[in-house]
């Protein structure tokens, strides 16, 4: 059980287009999704949480109009990157949260590789 | 956003050997959750603590909910080659905030 899952896992585009992450919990309702940065040999880095039904709250640096987040349902919430540049390539990961706020375990998907060339 | 601090930063260790790393924070924390990343991959939880003074075992893994409740270890016993990987702990603080730590690379040498 919990399992996450993201699609695309990697994808490459170009300078300013658009890409959009789904994420997706597979066997469990999640009302609360995370999305995370990280780059090469370096630890995860939250850039916002993402309530179903609600707007997405962001950490303090983030773009909220370059990364669009929607949490549409409870097993869906997507990152959009608007305008890509090179500098948007990183890993990026979302996580879902199982249970109830005070235990705050998450479950990880796979991660997407973003290469904007 | 705060990180929490984590050591070693990288263990080179041989097959069979012990492996101990740990995480403290400068605040009280009332999760701690240990995760393994290999290359490529999102983070897979190994083991989570919710109590001050918790050991918590999962196969070869054993970790720790320190006593202060700034800080955890996680132990692997008898390493072997399929533990590569980096390892991170993350926490909850009293805010309900969510922090991870800076990550320790393991290389088991075969």
């Known amino acids: 059980g919990a399992v996450v899952s993201q699609h695309p896992s990697w994808v490459i585009c170009k300078s300013g287009t658009s890409v959009k992450i789904e994420c997706r919990s597979l066997?469990?309702?999640?009302?609360?999704m995370f999305w995370y940065r990280q780059f090469p040999k370096q630890s995860l880095m939250l850039m916002a949480t993402?309530?179903?039904?609600?707007?997405?709250?962001?950490e303090q640096g983030v773009e909220k109009d370059k990364f669009l987040i929607n949490h549409a349902s409870l097993t869906l919430s997507t990152l959009t990157v608007t305008s890509a540049h090179p500098e948007d390539s990183s890993f990026y990961i979302c996580s879902a949260r199982l249970g109830a706020v005070s235990l705050n375990e998450q479950f990880f998907g796979p991660g997407t590789r973003l290469t904007v060339l | 956003g705060q990180q929490l601090n984590q050591s070693p930063q990288s263990m080179f260790i041989q097959e069979g050997e012990d492996v101990s790393m740990n995480c403290t924070s400068s605040?009280?924390?009332?999760?701690w959750l240990w995760y393994k990343q290999d290359p490529g991959e999102g983070p897979v939880l190994l083991i989570a603590l919710y109590k001050a003074g918790e050991l918590t075992s999962n196969g070869r893994l054993t970790a720790q909910f320190g006593i202060t409740r700034k800080d955890s270890f996680l132990n692997i016993s008898a390493s072997i080659p399929s533990d590569v990987g980096i390892y991170f702990c993350?926490?909850?603080?009293?805010?309900?905030?969510?922090?991870f730590g800076t990550g320790t690379s393991l290389t088991v040498i075969p």
């Open positions: 993350a926490g909850r603080n009293t805010g309900n905030q969510f922090y």
């Open positions: 993402s309530n179903e039904g609600s707007k997405a709250t962001y």
């Open positions: 605040s009280i924390f009332n999760t």
């Open positions: 066997d469990f309702q999640a009302t609360t």
